[in-house]
């Protein structure tokens, strides 16, 4: 079976622009999780998808943004790009929410310029 | 805010010793769970703790939940090379957010 798959993997855009990373989960999961991983840091929570709700939101601007699909894949968008919004971007999938196992996609590598 | 904190943030090991690497929380916790970063990887899942006082092994790892649901600890004994990574201990305190501590890098001398 696949695991989570993200894509673009690595990505570079200009100071300004807008982004959208895509995940998709691995069959049969219904939740998505997406996470900011600053180089030597933790990873942070930006949004939580479970059955295409919005279940948990971290404390990122509204410049993030994310929708799940009827297939549970998801998009992470981000507008008017900052040099510090250059980091690794996680999506995660599990069966429920939270409190369930969560599985880690290899990541997208957004470097901002 | 919700925070989880970890300690050491390094650990430099000799292959063959055993290290402990906790992880403390400003509130109570619902759920704790570990997970292991190689370096250029993602993380990987290792163990979910949800009881108070709970213990769980897995081989050369020993987890553990404080009683207070508010620390964990997770300790490795006889280090291999293989150990090398960055763990990283995360909980859910309410809703669905999982808060992650910012991990203890542990580097192993052969």
């Known amino acids: 079976d696949a695991g989570v798959t993200q894509s673009p993997t690595h990505l570079i855009k200009t100071r300004g622009q807008h982004v959208t990373l895509r995940c998709s989960p691995i069959?049969?999961?219904?939740?998505v999780s997406w996470y900011q991983q600053v180089l030597g840091q933790g990873p942070q929570f930006i949004f939580q998808y479970y059955e295409k709700e919005e279940r948990g939101r971290g404390n990122f601007p509204d410049r993030f943004s994310a929708r799940q699909f009827p297939n549970y894949s998801s998009e992470l968008n981000v507008n008017a790009l900052l040099l510090g919004d250059s980091a690794l971007y996680l999506c995660?999938?599990?069966?429920?929410?939270?409190?369930?196992?969560?599985?880690f996609g290899q990541g997208t590598r957004l470097t901002v310029v | 805010g919700q925070q989880v904190m970890q300690i050491p943030q390094y650990q430099h090991v000799q292959e063959g010793e055993d290290f402990t690497t906790y992880c403390n929380s400003s509130t109570t916790l619902s759920n704790i769970q570990w997970y292991k970063q190689r370096p250029g990887g993602h993380p990987v899942f290792l163990i979910q703790?949800?009881?108070?006082?709970e213990v769980k092994k897995q081989k050369r790892l020993t987890f553990q939940f404080g009683e207070a649901k508010k620390n964990s600890s997770l300790h490795i004994t006889a280090t291999q090379t293989t150990d090398v990574g960055t763990y990283f201990c995360?909980?859910?305190?309410?809703?669905?957010?999982?808060?992650f501590g910012g991990g203890t890098r542990v580097l192993v001398k052969p």
């Open positions: 995360a909980g859910t305190a309410a809703g669905n957010k999982l808060t």
């Open positions: 995660a999938s599990s069966l429920r929410t939270a409190y369930t196992e969560a599985f």
């Open positions: 703790l949800v009881k108070s006082g």
């Open positions: 069959s049969g999961h219904k939740s």
